[in-house]
């Protein structure tokens, strides 16, 4: 069965940085497209970053250059899928969700709670 659990969010103040981890495991037999997702209280859910099998990333246009996203995998077949966050804004509050894709399914994972305070 394929987890995916992200970690790494927290609270900070406003300008400051987090680095949230998205550790994938399991039976997945290659991860086409890794993305970083947010949903903020009464609002739908946005994609963040996205990043490739081949390494091509995509930000959304709120990111303005403050984010980063990369992955990590291990000849054991252990992926991980970063997201850097810089300059965090009152804004960038929510919930944030790590998603797979390999080329028959999408994993989700539980979320991690980011709240930046003004």
């Known amino acids: 069965q394929v987890q995916v659990v992200e970690s790494g969010g927290g609270l900070v103040q406003a300008g400051g940085s987090l680095r949230l981890s998205c550790s994938v495991s399991?039976?997945?037999?290659?991860?086409?497209?890794a993305g970083w997702y947010r949903q903020a209280p009464g609002k739908q859910r946005e994609l963040v970053a996205s990043i490739t099998n081949s390494g091509r990333t995509n930000y959304a246009d709120f990111v303005s250059g403050r984010f980063t996203i990369s992955r990590h995998a291990t000849i054991g077949g252990e992926n991980t899928v970063f997201l850097q966050m810089n300059s965090l804004e009152s804004e960038d509050t929510a919930v944030y969700f790590c998603?797979?894709?390999?080329?028959?399914?999408?994993?989700w994972g539980q979320g991690t709670q980011v709240t930046v305070s003004s």
């Open positions: 998603n797979v894709e390999s080329f028959q399914n999408s994993y």
């Open positions: 399991g039976p997945i037999f290659r991860i086409n497209v």
